[in-house]
């Protein structure tokens, strides 16, 4: 089936530097794109999410970036922080179809360096 | 306050057993879903469920079951004839129709000893 995966299984910062973590998707048909923060043992927190009308949206630190052209979103974190340590995961969904179920991606592990 | 929850936390199993894990939400959404996470893996869809007493298989719904007798609970079995059952499972809801705004449930973390 479709998936959606990410360039880098791990990234590592530095307290205060910004980050980018990116996914690629295959499938066009998606119109709606989610961010997740997981920490260890817990379940995944929304951060952000994209419709596909858009190729821009900022939130608190957090800026998510989607290329329809290429199939490829990304998500920055401003003046990242060590409790941005987390693994991060995209997520693609169909809103024509609200109430199936999203599609993952397989996480980014972002370590944040003090 | 309005949540998801899963219990329990940790589950050990003995092979050829089946065990049950528990979701329930108040949040009143429609939709409910189960996901599968290992080591360096995304979530995997195992099951999903749009409305009380319909659910539709995921991915890898092998070795799984549920049932969706209320809008609240949406419990998944795994039963013995599922090979590789060591994982942390995550259950989510959402409104459904009109909205994704999944919220996740803390997952528990089944081991077979």
């Known amino acids: 089936g479709e998936s959606v995966g990410l360039h880098l299984p791990t990234l590592s910062v530095q307290e205060g530097d910004n980050s980018i973590i990116n996914c690629a998707y295959s499938n066009s048909a998606s119109d709606y794109f989610i961010w997740y923060k997981q920490e260890s043992g817990k379940g995944p927190q929304f951060i952000i999410d994209i419709r596909s009308n858009m190729d821009k949206r900022q939130g608190q630190r957090v800026t998510v970036l989607l290329n329809k052209t290429v199939k490829h979103l990304s998500l920055q974190i401003a003046a990242t922080q060590p409790g941005d340590s987390a693994v991060y995961f995209c997520a693609r969904g169909d809103t024509n179809q609200a109430g199936t179920a999203l599609i993952f991606g397989k996480g980014t592990t972002l370590s944040v360096s003090s | 306050d309005g949540g998801i929850t899963q219990s329990p936390k940790y589950l050990f199993r003995k092979e050829g057993q089946n065990v049950t894990l528990s979701c329930e939400q108040n949040?009143?959404?429609?939709?409910m879903y189960w996901y599968r996470q290992d080591p360096g893996q995304g979530l995997r869809l195992i099951y999903y469920s749009q409305i009380v007493n319909d659910f539709q298989k995921g991915d890898i719904a092998e070795g799984y079951s549920v049932s969706r007798e209320k809008k609240e609970s949406f419990p998944l079995t795994v039963t013995s004839a599922q090979k590789n059952p060591t994982a942390f499972y995550l259950c989510a809801s959402s409104p459904g129709r009109g909205g994704y705004g999944y919220t996740f449930g803390s997952g528990t973390r089944l081991t077979v000893v």
């Open positions: 949040l009143n959404h429609d939709a």
